[in-house]
């Protein structure tokens, strides 16, 4: 009979790899999910499997989409995350001059290391 071993295993690294980003400790993230202070210590030692439930409060905490929780190839670090969830908030003026910002400095940076 299949344990889930696979699952466990994966979900044990991606929850304290999301976590470590962030710098929440297993417990905190336990407490502020309202679960036992151990829960999220257990999925990370690949005692148990979070519920459904379990997991889109994982995600909801760790302010990540399920897509984005499987997605880890290539995923964009949370502040990048953060900013574009940001950027997305603003109008089309505000963005190009966020976006003239961002090329000044760039343009200043390549200058700075040449």
């Known amino acids: ?54 997991f889109f409060c994982i995600c909801e905490c760790l302010d990540i989409t399920p897509q984005e929780f499987f997605h880890t190839e290539a995923v964009p670090s949370y502040t990048i995350r953060s900013t574009i969830k940001m950027l997305n908030q603003l109008n089309e003026q505000e963005l190009e001059a966020i976006n003239h910002l961002l090329m000044v400095m760039l343009t200043n940076k390549k200058t700075t290391v040449e």
Do not use: H, V
Request: proline residues 2%.
């Open 1 to 54: 009979m299949n344990d889930g071993s696979k699952f466990k295993d994966f979900f044990a690294e991606r929850i304290y790899q999301l976590r470590d980003e962030r710098n929440i400790s297993a417990r905190e993230l336990s407490l502020i999910m309202g679960q036992n202070s151990s829960y999220i210590n257990r999925i990370e030692n690949k005692l148990t499997l979070p519920s459904m439930q379990g």
